[in-house]
């Protein structure tokens, strides 16, 4: 009887941090960063009194997850929103909406070229809402109905959410289940390719204007084609980036060439100019992962070194030089001088970056530390072990949507990954399936949780000036995300049953 109450209570202090946290993220009873903090204290305290792991484990488990927040994951999306912000600054983002606009006069081909593409680079290069707020606001200048506007940026925004953010939601699942990243990256595009192809006609159905199946369905093909590519031969960092632009090029192909259709608006070489810090991104990151020499010299010493955390038996290797977050910021410093910007442009854009950073510093070290801390002294295995228990071999259906339930908390598909990336791991292990096919699964099944978060949803009605209409959102999406995620548990359940990836 003793045993088993001290089981009970080991599940409890497991599942306790959970529960407060989605409550508190529900109910908005604090902000997200006070309720992952408390979520992380939780944990602390169950693995204190009840797991009675030793103050010194806790401690270098705490130091693990700092570092390995900072360096890559809070380095890289600072690069990334540092961009955003430059070519905001210098007015180049005008330039970019200039270019995306005059390509065509039909409305389902604007959608697809603002909503699909450009929201899914600005997911790639920069996240945070930037993806859903500025297309949602430029389809409406351009006369597409409010809900319209949200609702084709809602579903643009969830495919290119794995790799948001130059990949750092894979970097951080990398990070947080110690598995490889190029592997990771790889798997995630497979697993997104067959959902990736029905986007544009879910967007069809939202316009409610007719268009050629086959080229909607070639426009989806393009963009997995590419992004499945760019993740297994280059790494998570520019299949959101590489994606969109070879799928833009699709476009003008099919109306050019094909439907013989010839937009009156002429683009202008200062607005092209406007592209130039994306560019550098993709021509130094490509540089980098392609070089032998290159790729040897930044990963080696003096450029390189170990961390070894030996209590926990782990090392953590840091590359400042090679990692995403560098070449960003690097790519933005040139681009900011070809384009003209000022050292009060550079002073503004760092200390908007700072202020909108400073939350989700706090939000992923807290929720880092808290998935290091519930890996390492069995929390994760208890709860993987459970949730077998209850589904039994028809989990991996289920795996996606655990992944969704950790972005529609968060509103990120980086938290859900490292959150429930570890659970994932701990559930192939008992079920005897591929780890990194199931731990990729939380990542691909998180792109879902996007269409519901409520960050998004706020940032989808301030986008279309109907703050206090996130409920009616909510009631024109579900349906979406309910058959996405659908879709998305049925690959992941095939593929678990065929995959023979370790």
Same mark, same amino acid.
């Given at each position: 009887?003793?045993?088993?109450?001290?089981? /009970?209570?080991?599940?409890?202090?497991?599942?306790?941090?959970?529960?407060?946290?989605?409550?508190?993220?529900?109910?908005?009873?604090?902000?997200?960063?006070?309720?992952?903090?408390?979520?992380?204290?939780?944990?602390?305290?169950?693995?204190?009194? +009840?797991?009675?792991?030793?103050?010194?484990?806790?401690?270098?488990?705490?130091?693990?997850?700092?570092?390995?927040?900072?360096?890559?994951?809070?380095?890289?999306?600072?690069?990334?929103? +540092?961009?955003?912000?430059? %070519?905001?600054?210098?007015?180049?983002? $005008?330039?970019?909406?200039?270019?995306?606009?005059?390509?065509?006069?039909?409305?389902?081909?604007?959608?697809?070229?603002?909503?699909?593409?450009?929201?899914?680079?600005? $997911?790639?290069?920069?996240?945070?809402?930037?993806?859903?707020?500025?297309?949602?606001?430029? /389809?409406?200048?351009?006369?597409?109905?409010?809900?319209?506007?949200?609702?084709?940026? /809602?579903?643009?925004?969830?495919?290119?959410?794995?790799?948001?953010? %130059?990949?750092?939601?894979?970097?951080?699942?990398?990070?947080?289940?110690?598995?490889?990243?190029? !592997?990771?990256?790889?798997?995630?595009?497979?697993? /997104?390719?067959?959902?990736?192809?029905?986007?544009?006609?879910?967007?069809?159905?939202?316009?409610?204007?007719?268009?050629?199946?086959?080229?909607?369905?070639?426009?989806?093909?393009?963009?997995? %084609?590419?992004?499945?590519?760019?993740?297994? @031969?280059?790494?998570?960092?520019?299949?959101? &980036? *590489?994606?969109?632009?070879?799928?833009?090029? +699709?476009?003008?192909? @099919?109306?050019?060439?094909?439907?013989?259709?010839?937009? !009156?608006?002429?683009? #202008?070489?200062?607005?092209?100019?406007?592209?130039?810090? @994306?560019?550098?991104?993709?021509?130094?990151?490509?540089?980098?992962?392609?070089?032998?020499?290159?790729?040897?010299?930044?990963?080696?010493?003096?450029?390189?070194?170990?961390?070894?955390?030996?209590?926990?038996?782990?090392?953590?290797?840091?590359?400042?030089?090679?990692?995403?977050?560098?070449?960003?910021? *690097?790519?933005?410093?040139?681009?900011?001088?070809?384009?003209?910007?000022?050292?009060?442009?550079?002073?503004?854009?760092?200390?908007?970056?700072?202020?909108?950073?400073?939350?989700?510093?706090?939000?992923?070290?807290?929720?880092?530390?808290?998935?290091?801390?519930?890996?390492?002294?069995?929390?994760?295995?208890? #709860?993987?072990?459970?949730?077998?228990?209850? +589904?039994?071999?028809?989990?991996?259906? &289920?795996?996606?949507?655990?992944?969704?339930?950790?972005?529609?908390?968060?509103?990120?598909?980086?938290?859900?990954?490292?959150?429930?990336?570890?659970?994932?791991?701990?559930?192939?292990?008992?079920?005897?399936?591929?780890?990194?096919?199931?731990?990729?699964?939380?990542?691909?099944?998180?792109?879902?949780?996007?269409?519901?978060?409520?960050?998004?949803?706020?940032?989808?009605?301030?986008?279309?000036?109907?703050?206090? $209409?996130?409920?009616?959102?909510?009631?024109? %999406?579900?349906? @979406?995300?309910?058959?996405?995620?659908?879709?998305?548990?049925?690959?992941?359940?095939?593929?678990?049953?065929?995959?023979?990836?370790?």
């Amino acid at each position: 009887m003793t045993e088993l109450y001290k089981e /009970l209570l080991k599940l409890v202090s497991s599942v306790l941090p959970l529960l407060w946290l989605c409550f508190a993220l529900i109910s908005r009873v604090t902000k997200p960063y006070l309720a992952c903090i408390i979520s992380l204290l939780l944990t602390i305290l169950g693995a204190i009194f +009840f797991w009675e792991t030793p103050i010194n484990i806790l401690c270098w488990n705490l130091l693990d997850g700092f570092i390995s927040s900072l360096y890559p994951i809070v380095w890289t999306i600072f690069s990334a929103l +540092f961009t955003y912000r430059l %070519i905001c600054e210098v007015g180049a983002i $005008e330039g970019i909406k200039r270019t995306l606009s005059g390509l065509s006069e039909r409305k389902i081909i604007q959608a697809l070229i603002i909503a699909f593409c450009f929201g899914g680079l600005l $997911e790639g290069i920069a996240g945070f809402g930037t993806s859903v707020i500025i297309p949602s606001a430029i /389809l409406l200048s351009l006369g597409f109905s409010p809900y319209q506007s949200a609702i084709v940026s /809602l579903l643009s925004n969830t495919v290119p959410v794995a790799y948001a953010a %130059i990949g750092v939601p894979i970097i951080a699942l990398a990070r947080s289940t110690n598995l490889p990243l190029k !592997n990771l990256s790889g798997i995630v595009g497979l697993q /997104l390719f067959p959902i990736t192809l029905i986007i544009p006609l879910f967007i069809k159905r939202v316009m409610k204007e007719s268009a050629n199946i086959f080229f909607l369905l070639g426009t989806g093909a393009v963009f997995a %084609i590419i992004q499945s590519l760019v993740s297994w @031969y280059v790494g998570p960092e520019l299949p959101a &980036v *590489l994606a969109p632009f070879f799928t833009i090029g +699709f476009l003008i192909f @099919y109306l050019r060439l094909i439907e013989k259709e010839d937009s !009156n608006k002429k683009i #202008l070489r200062e607005d092209l100019k406007s592209w130039i810090p @994306y560019g550098l991104i993709i021509i130094f990151i490509l540089i980098t992962r392609f070089s032998n020499s290159i790729n040897k010299a930044l990963t080696s010493y003096p450029f390189s070194f170990i961390l070894n955390l030996k209590p926990i038996d782990k090392s953590i290797r840091i590359d400042p030089l090679y990692t995403p977050g560098t070449i960003i910021i *690097l790519s933005a410093v040139i681009g900011g001088l070809l384009l003209k910007a000022k050292s009060r442009d550079y002073k503004k854009a760092i200390s908007e970056t700072l202020l909108q950073i400073l939350p989700t510093l706090s939000i992923i070290t807290s929720m880092m530390a808290m998935a290091n801390i519930m890996s390492y002294i069995g929390m994760t295995k208890l #709860l993987a072990i459970r949730l077998i228990q209850v +589904f039994g071999s028809f989990y991996p259906f &289920v795996s996606p949507f655990l992944g969704a339930v950790g972005t529609f908390l968060g509103g990120s598909d980086t938290t859900s990954n490292i959150l429930f990336g570890p659970l994932q791991v701990e559930a192939s292990k008992n079920l005897g399936v591929s780890t990194v096919w199931l731990a990729s699964a939380n990542a691909s099944g998180a792109t879902g949780g996007k269409l519901v978060s409520i960050q998004n949803l706020t940032l989808a009605a301030s986008g279309i000036n109907k703050k206090g $209409e996130e409920g009616n959102l909510m009631r024109f %999406i579900f349906p @979406y995300t309910l058959l996405y995620l659908i879709v998305m548990g049925l690959t992941i359940y095939i593929g678990a049953k065929i995959s023979t990836y370790p």
